[in-house]
């Protein structure tokens, strides 16, 4: 049992990570062997419970966190108290690797919304090995960029596109370009954190459920059929 | 005369760049000497006119481009052609970070909307020095930290707040911390761009310049005078 930062005590179980899961993660995947051997000896496999906060905003971060399984929400607190969510990190994905890169204070917390496992990298070690290992460097700087143009997308998504469209849009990204016109998913988390991912009210993201339906988006509570992904795609890319 | 990205005919003129420049970024601060005169052997002052194309979306960036005077628009444009205003450089900024550090393909169109002089650090050598001076590998570790965080700004800006409270935000960041209630100024750019920058159509942005006159924000064209700050800031941090 350990607490993965400081200052945040979690119920949290903690072991060695198994060489084979670093190469599960795409973040890893150019790393060479050299690279992932240093990787494995400031990492930790994280077994996390729902609703654990993994790290706070206005914090140094003191690992990165690449997500095996589960989802962390990733929201930001501003001066009024209101909170974004700015991003939900699915498997495959990663948290804090700005502020691990940089030793800035973190700018959004991070919180399990499923129980969740996770590979944590201490961020001291992690910006030494970035010096000493090209292949270690490389990945990171990548993955930087990648998470960089996941928030141009979201700013350029939020600025051209209405409710509506960002809801296709963010429906696609879920159906993992399927062969078929028609394709069937569950939602991955509640309607509420949906919204909120989204960038509107609840009674928008209802609005725009309905406006969806003459595209042929059919809806039972969270599980999602959409009937013709070609003209859905086609709305949600029209633009402003 | 030279174009400073090979798929990009420009009517650019460069010179060396003198070690004062280097020191005037805020970039560049805490890059010791050795860092300097390597970034030094690897740069070109650009001098710009108006109009012109730095970079293109989709296109590895060949230069790293640090604005130290003019300004330069950032634009995405999507798979539709509508195009997003990401954002507006003002001297200081840079642009092309995220790119260089991970040599993959640019994310935006990089154009002066000023005649602007720049500094341009070759990407390729950018990179060899990343791995050999650790004072220029933090500098750009942090530089990419804050254009990160100035994208998850934007992201939640964009979810939380009305337009009226994003010109609010806006027009507040271009006072600088005075230290006085009011504060006179110039607009940096036309309304145009200001209504793209923000993410909403001209009508909503005199929409909102018209609601923030109870605020005591008056304009005529391009001049803006705040009357009351600590009004409009408590306003623009009121969130959703």
């Known amino acids: 049992m350990q607490?993965?930062?400081?200052?945040?005590?979690?119920?949290?179980?903690?072991?060695?990570?198994?060489?084979?899961?670093?190469?599960?993660?795409?973040?890893?995947?150019d790393v060479d062997e050299r690279g992932l051997a240093g990787l494995a000896a400031i990492s930790t496999l994280l077994t996390v419970p729902e609703g654990t906060t993994l790290c706070r905003q206005g914090?140094?971060?003191?690992?990165?966190?690449?997500?095996l399984e589960g989802q962390v929400a990733?929201?930001?607190v501003g001066a009024s108290g209101a909170s974004a969510v700015?991003?939900?990190?699915?498997?495959?994905?990663?948290?804090?690797?700005?502020?691990?890169l940089s030793g800035l204070p973190g700018l959004m917390n991070a919180r399990?919304?499923?129980?969740?496992?996770?590979?944590?990298?201490?961020?001291?070690?992690?910006?030494?090995?970035?010096h000493r290992e090209v292949s270690v460097a490389s990945a990171l700087l990548r993955?930087?960029?990648?998470?960089?143009?996941?928030?141009?997308?979201?700013?350029c998504d939020l600025k051209l596109r209405t409710t509506a469209q960002r809801l296709s849009c963010y429906l696609l990204e879920l159906t993992e370009e399927p062969a078929d016109n028609t394709v069937s998913m569950r939602l991955p988390f509640d309607k509420r954190l949906l919204a909120a991912r989204l960038g509107c009210r609840q009674e928008n993201l209802s609005r725009a459920f309905a406006a969806l339906r003459r595209l042929g988006v059919e809806t039972h509570g969270a599980r999602v059929t959409l009937h013709d992904i070609a003209g859905l795609r086609s709305y949600a890319l029209s633009g402003a």
């Open 3 to 29: 607490s993965i930062d400081r200052n945040v005590p979690a119920n949290i179980e903690s072991a060695r990570v198994d060489l084979r899961l670093f190469r599960m993660a795409p973040f890893f995947k």
């Open 59 to 67: 914090v140094p971060a003191e690992h990165l966190l690449v997500l």
């Open 143 to 155: 993955a930087g960029a990648e998470e960089f143009g996941a928030m141009v997308r979201q700013v």
């Open 74 to 76: 990733l929201e930001n």
């Open 86 to 100: 700015v991003e939900v990190v699915q498997p495959g994905g990663h948290c804090m690797l700005s502020a691990v």
């Open 112 to 130: 399990t919304i499923t129980a969740a496992t996770l590979i944590g990298v201490e961020a001291t070690g992690l910006r030494e090995l970035l």
